[in-house]
Nanobody, 123 residues
């Protein structure tokens, strides 16, 4: 029973930064593992990063390690994705997801999804 709404996407030049936010409804947000996925045209959803219930454990796709940071603020029912040193290949629709499987990279392990926010990185 989670509703997720992403925001913060937009157009940014290569090398720039964006911070995405995912606002969740419900009172059990803190009990979910949260993740970010992205999808480029013609491709399936791709794992980006995930964070545990407490925020103490994170995992990143190799493609974004050192550039992206996931955080969560359970008091605000919000998870964030800070993206730096953006590259054109980072372009896609970014989806926030919630699930019960800890630090999963598999989108099938996430039960709730937002509608996505578009991130476009120009060169």
């Amino acid at each position: 029973q989670v509703q997720l709404v992403e925001s913060g996407g937009g157009l940014v030049q290569a090398g720039g930064s964006l911070r995405l936010s995912c606002a969740a409804s419900g009172r059990t947000f803190s009990s979910y593992t949260m993740g970010w996925f992205r999808q480029a045209p013609g491709k399936e959803r791709e794992f980006v990063t995930t964070i545990s219930w407490s925020g103490g454990n994170t995992y990143y796709a190799d493609s974004v390690k050192g550039r992206f940071t996931i955080t969560r603020d359970n008091a605000k029912n919000t998870v964030y994705l800070q993206m730096s040193s953006l590259e054109p290949e980072d372009t896609g629709v970014y989806y926030c997801a919630a699930g019960r499987t800890v630090l999963s990279t598999n989108p099938n392990h996430y039960d709730y999804w937002g509608q996505g926010t578009q991130v476009t990185v120009s060169s």
